[in-house]
């Protein structure tokens, strides 16, 4: 049973196209976080939804826009996608914001054409 | 100044060798504080809690100087099987964590 889910697994586009990943977490969780990281293998948080509240919003472009649809779902979608792009994104979920240790699914490797 | 920062290895240890890794951070307000695994091209997996009394599970260590704004991570009799990236994490709070650049452990027979 896979905790924190997200699809698809491998993104492979051209640069200017929209895609969309997604995130599901089954352990009952009330926050998730988006986070990317690039080619120097370096951990950014990008959003944070508390109960499908944005609470974070780092310094990220507005092509990227996060949609919490329930407690258990946050996607991302990216817009016009530029070739700074390429990175594997990952979700992630904690029981709370409040000093909860994370988990993090799998990844998301999007690469840009 | 890296908020978190880490020596990034990499560590070439023979198993049976006991490493230690260090890292500091600049936010003196931090919450909490923790260790992550990474391998290879896959997530970050939580490896440990790090508390200011310092703790313990099986063969790993960690301890937290709050004075010295220092978390560091203790590895005895290291096996083939902790290969990987460690990833030392600070959270400042409402959950944004801050991983540092990792530190590459090679375990060689």
């Known amino acids: 049973d896979t905790a924190v889910s997200q699809t698809p697994k491998y993104l492979v586009t051209q640069m200017g196209n929209d895609k969309s990943i997604k995130c599901e977490q089954n352990l009952g969780h009330d926050t998730m976080y988006w986070y990317k990281q690039d080619s120097k293998k370096f951990l950014k948080i990008m959003f944070s939804?508390?109960?499908?509240?944005?609470?974070i919003n780092e310094t990220v472009p507005n092509r990227f826009s996060p949609k919490s649809p329930d407690k258990a779902h946050l996607n991302l979608h990216i817009n016009s996608l530029e070739l700074g792009d390429s990175a594997v994104y990952f979700c992630a979920s904690s029981q709370d914001e409040n000093n909860q240790p994370q988990h993090f699914g799998d990844g998301t490797r999007l690469s840009i054409l | 100044r890296k908020e978190v920062e880490q020596d990034p290895g990499p560590f070439n240890v023979p198993e049976g060798a006991t490493v230690a890794f260090n890292c500091t951070y600049s936010?003196?307000?931090?919450?909490?504080f923790f260790w992550y695994r990474q391998d290879c091209r896959k997530e970050p997996k939580l490896l440990m809690s790090v508390y200011s009394s310092g703790n313990e599970d099986g063969r790993f260590t960690a301890q937290l100087n709050r004075a010295s704004q220092y978390i560091s991570l203790l590895i005895r009799d290291s096996k083939l099987s902790d290969s990987a990236t460690y990833l030392c994490v600070v959270n400042h709070g409402g959950g944004k964590l801050i991983f540092g650049q990792g530190t590459e452990l090679s375990v060689k027979p």
């Open positions: 936010n003196s307000a931090s919450q909490s």
């Open positions: 939804y508390n109960n499908k509240e944005l609470i």
